[in-house]
C-alpha cells in the first residue's frame, strides 16, 4: 500500500514554471511505477508522463513533451513534474499515481493509487 500527497501547485503568469510534488508514504516506493495525469472541468483525466522504477525510462504525452520533465528521488520517496512553458490550457487538478510492480499502458486505469490533487492555474 502507498499513500500519495501532491503539493506545488498554484497561480502562474503563461509561459512561467512550476514544480509539482508528490510524497509517498509506506514501503518499497521504488516498486511502484509512478505516473502524472491531469483532468480539466468538464474533461477526461489525461495522461501527462510516467517514470520507471528506478527512473531509468520515462514517458510524456507528446503535447507535453519538451516542456514538461519527470522525476524521481527513490531515497525521498517522492516523484516530480517540474513544468515549463505554462499555457492557459494546462490548467487543471494534476494528480499523482502509482502502479504496483506493473507498467502501466498510457490510460489511468492500469493504476492503483492516487492522490487527491494539486490545482495549476495558468494565467494570460
Known amino acids: 500500500q502507498v499513500q500519495l500527497v501532491e503539493s506545488g501547485g498554484g497561480l502562474v503568469q503563461a509561459g512561467g514554471s512550476l514544480r509539482l510534488s508528490c510524497a509517498a508514504s509506506?514501503?518499497?516506493?521504488?516498486?511502484?511505477?509512478m505516473g502524472w495525469f491531469r483532468q480539466a472541468p468538464g474533461k477526461e483525466r489525461e495522461f501527462v508522463a510516467a517514470?520507471?522504477?528506478?527512473?531509468?525510462?520515462?514517458y510524456y504525452s507528446d503535447s507535453m513533451k519538451g516542456r514538461f520533465t519527470i522525476s524521481r528521488d527513490n531515497a525521498k520517496n517522492t516523484v516530480y513534474l517540474q513544468m515549463n512553458s505554462l499555457k492557459p490550457e494546462d490548467t487543471a487538478v494534476y494528480y499523482c499515481?502509482?502502479?504496483?510492480?506493473?507498467?502501466?499502458?498510457?490510460?489511468?486505469?492500469?493504476?492503483?493509487?492516487w492522490g487527491q490533487g494539486t490545482q495549476v492555474t495558468v494565467s494570460s
Open positions: 499515481a502509482a502502479a504496483y510492480r506493473t507498467q502501466p499502458m498510457g490510460g489511468p486505469r492500469g493504476y492503483d493509487y
Open positions: 509506506g514501503r518499497t516506493f521504488s516498486s511502484y511505477f
Open positions: 517514470i520507471s522504477w528506478t527512473g531509468g525510462i520515462t
